[in-house]
């Protein structure tokens, strides 16, 4: 696509609830990331994908997030019983890099999660 | 390790006057720059990179920032704010080029008439 897609823009959850967060990034773009922002926290990296392994997930705030990317393309961020902290905006960023040179991230609208 | 300070949480300018975000770094290698603009309800769209090339580094809408190693700062100005400026501004170093990028936490610019 000529973008980077998320979905859903915007979700609402009970506490203890489970989510998933999609991601779907430029075509032919290798790497693919996921970013939280919180207020006053400013943004946090979560995990990185390099094709479909994730040489990066030291982001990851506890052992109820978890991601997923298949096919080089498509990524899925889980969040397994939602606490209130866990509200936040989501970003996904994919990039393209090619043969150590990089590119540059393009990011996408976020997915807006609020716990409730 | 990389890291980023932003040395001004707000900012605030006249329609028309100049704009200067400051933005200090620490890297281990030599690093790649970024400043991102994010407007209210918006997702983060790319201003400028800087990454080994010419130090003075000219972005979309005007803007335009200078890396100085001496100083380890990455300055972001434009000559002439607008109303549409107004938004949060974020500087952002990698210093492994393809990998986690570290963000500031962030500037707001807030251009009064």
């Known amino acids: 696509g000529a973008g980077v897609s998320q979905s859903p823009s915007n979700k609402v959850t009970e506490k203890g609830k489970d989510v998933e967060l999609r991601c779907d990034p430029i075509?032919?773009?290798?790497?693919l990331y996921w970013y939280r922002q919180s207020l006053g926290q400013g943004l946090e990296f979560l995990i990185y994908?390099?094709?479909?392994?994730?040489?990066?997930k030291s982001g990851l705030p506890s052992d109820r997030f978890s991601a997923e990317r298949t096919g080089g393309s498509v990524s899925t961020l889980t969040i397994q019983r939602t606490q209130q902290e866990d509200s936040a905006v989501y970003l996904c960023a994919s990039s393209l890099e090619s043969r150590g040179r990089f590119y540059g991230y393009t990011f996408g609208s976020g997915t807006r999660l609020t716990v409730v | 390790a990389q890291s980023v300070t932003q040395l001004d949480s707000h900012v605030s300018v006249s329609e028309g006057t100049p704009v200067l975000l400051r933005c200090n770094y620490s890297?281990?290698?030599?690093?790649?720059l970024f400043w991102y603009v994010q407007h209210p309800n918006k997702g983060l769209q790319l201003l400028l990179k800087y990454t080994s090339a010419a130090t003075l580094v000219k972005g979309i809408n005007g803007f335009e920032a200078e890396f100085k190693k001496s100083e380890t700062s990455f300055h972001l100005t434009k000559p002439s704010a607008h109303m549409s400026d107004a938004a949060e501004y974020f500087c952002?170093?990698?210093?492994?080029?393809?990998?986690?990028?570290?963000f500031g936490k962030g500037t707001m610019l807030l251009v009064s008439p």
């Open positions: 075509s032919g773009h290798t790497a």
């Open positions: 952002v170093v990698s210093d492994r080029g393809y990998s986690t990028l570290t």
């Open positions: 994908f390099q094709g479909n392994s994730a040489p990066d």
């Open positions: 890297s281990s290698y030599s690093p790649s």
